[in-house]
């Protein structure tokens, strides 16, 4: 049953972030990533990370309202308490979402993407970050029984809920532990390294005025002269 799986799924990535080494890797991964394009800020930016206390680093844009939400017992810990695929908020209420390594303790990463999308504001901004399963660090992952979603699955999800993925890379260490760098998503390049991380963005696309047809052309009899 998903109920019972979801405390074991979080407790397992839990007991793989409390090794530093792999903890090490995944901020480092997360420190390569870089975002283009602008982002304006706005009200409220919402953070799912895999701790209450993972660090993050603050975007050059400013928000009204912060909110930390991180897995616990199958239930969310932090700005709120509620079921991890329920996200209590209005419709278009968040201007940013962060999904920093948390599908991977969710049951249904399908569910949590739609709540996403749904509270996702028009031009806001979701990046999502995810564990390899193709990256050489899954080795260790694995005696953790921790799931790797496959980045090409998520891009699935975000365009399937309308939005627009802007930017793929893989990040992390290739064979190298000291050696961070990054590609691009190609096959190629995903081959060993720790994570991956997408940035998706809702465009909705506003009303057009449909252009009234011009009247077709016909000729009217003449009046005849009195």
């Known amino acids: 049953m998903p109920a019972l799986q979801l405390p074991r799924q979080a407790e397992a990535l ?3 972030l409390a090794d530093p080494p792999a903890r090490g890797l995944l901020l480092g991964a997360q420190s390569a990533w870089t975002e283009h394009g602008a982002d ?3 009200q409220v930016w919402l953070r799912m990370l895999p701790e209450l206390d993972w660090p993050v680093p603050q975007p050059a844009a ?7 939400l991180a897995p616990d017992a199958g239930r969310w810990q932090g700005a709120w308490r509620s079921d991890l695929h329920t996200l209590p908020m209005a ?3 968040v201007s940013r979402i962060d999904l920093r390594f948390v599908l991977e ?3 249904s990463p399908e569910r949590l993407v739609s709540q996403c999308a749904r509270v996702l504001r028009p031009d806001g901004r979701l990046l999502v970050f995810g564990l390899n399963p193709w990256g050489v660090a899954r080795l260790r992952w694995a005696r953790h029984v921790v799931r790797a979603l496959p980045c090409s699955r998520v891009v699935d999800l975000l365009r399937g809920e309308g939005l627009d993925v802007v ?3 893989t990040l992390g260490p290739r064979w190298r532990p000291a050696a961070v760098d990054v590609g691009h998503g190609t096959a190629r390049t995903e081959w060993g390294r720790v994570a991956w991380a997408l940035l998706a ?3 909705d696309i506003g009303l057009t005025p449909l252009r009234r047809p011009a009247a077709a052309w016909r000729a009217s009899p003449g009046v005849p002269a009195a």
């Open 14 to 16: 839990n007991r793989w």
């Open 40 to 42: 304006g800020g706005g």
């Open 62 to 68: 400013c928000f009204a309202e912060t909110w930390t």
């Open 91 to 93: 419709s278009a209420a």
């Open 105 to 107: 303790s969710v049951p």
């Open 167 to 169: 930017a793929r890379r």
């Open 201 to 203: 963005v809702r465009r």
